[in-house]
């Protein structure tokens, strides 16, 4: 299991935060932000295995022989689309700071997050080629072992062209609604036009940008070969004091240049390096950035 029952509960306390609630095609458990919202009864949905059951009615239930929840006025459910970057650069580091496995955690409790507020979640595994992968879109937390068992199975490998994969994952009707792009944005071709795509077809984005320490300091000296991930590339550099500095200079340069690109595109931005503990990031980083309640 990804993680433990601890750390679930925590999560099932949680509710992601769209600012501007997409309406669904059913009633759902989440508050509407418009003005007028009320807790006066409004309707029922069909019960949902892992619905809260404090709000079944027991009275239909009892006449009905079929379980319905009450919904209040102004609750909608929310798409929730959760899209995971694939490629091999998101094989790097070691331990808890393997950038693949943190993305996958960090991937499994939104997701957890989503089925228990009722919202509807699609997982996308961004991958070159045919390899891409997908689960959903499904509600409700009796889903969250069949997502826990989809992303345990999924390996990152080869190049991934984001916005080519992004465009083909956008390519069937899909509702809009929140999207969060995890990855290391690590591609040649950039993220922008992918991000672009999302965006013009009316959903709002989180960009989870994942790095590994040694991507933002790096941690050898001397001369060494480097050797890309994905290409098998090389480039033979003498690491002194002064491109270490030239190095650091750089990688904050782009990481400010992509936080500035999503403000401006009204993009939540979190930069989250994996010494960071990946709950740490959900509990307190996203709640912090207000992607969270």
């Known amino acids: 299991m990804l993680f433990d029952e601890s750390t679930l509960r925590k999560l099932n306390q949680l509710t992601l935060v769209a600012a501007r609630v997409r309406a669904g095609t059913i009633k759902g458990e989440r508050r509407s932000a418009r003005r007028g919202s009320s807790v006066e009864f409004a309707d029922y949905r069909n019960y949902a295995p892992g619905d809260d059951l404090r709000r079944l009615d027991w009275n239909i239930y009892a006449r009905l022989e079929r379980p319905f929840i009450k919904l209040l006025e102004e609750e909608e459910d929310l798409a929730v689309t959760i899209l995971l970057d694939g490629s091999l650069s998101m094989d790097w580091g070691e331990n808890e700071e393997h950038k693949f496995n943190y993305a996958r955690k960090l991937a499994a409790g939104l997701g957890a997050i989503a089925l228990s507020s009722g919202d509807l979640l699609t997982v996308g595994f961004l991958k070159s080629g045919d390899m891409s992968a997908e689960f959903g879109p499904t509600r409700g937390g009796a889903a969250m072992p069949r997502l826990f068992h989809f992303l345990e199975g999924l390996e990152p490998g080869g190049q991934t062209d984001l916005n ?60 060494v070969q480097l050797v890309d991930i994905e290409t098998n590339q090389t480039q033979d550099i003498s690491m002194d004091g002064a491109l270490r500095r030239q190095y650091r200079a750089r990688a904050q340069a782009w990481i400010e240049s992509t936080q500035a690109n999503c403000r401006k595109q009204n993009v939540r931005y979190l930069n989250l390096v994996t010494s960071l503990g990946w709950e740490r990031a959900l509990l307190l980083e996203m709640r912090r950035a207000g992607a969270l309640k």
């Not at 999302?198 to 320490?213: K, N, Q, T, W």
Request: glycine share 10%; no cysteine; net charge neutral.
């Open 164 to 223: 080519k994969s992004i465009q083909r994952f956008t390519i069937r009707p899909r509702r809009a609604g929140l999207v969060i792009l995890i990855s290391d944005l690590l591609t040649a071709s950039g993220y922008e036009s992918g991000l672009r795509t999302l965006l013009g077809r009316g959903s709002e984005a989180i960009l989870l940008h994942i790095l590994a320490p040694d991507e933002v300091e790096p941690a050898f000296a001397g001369d």
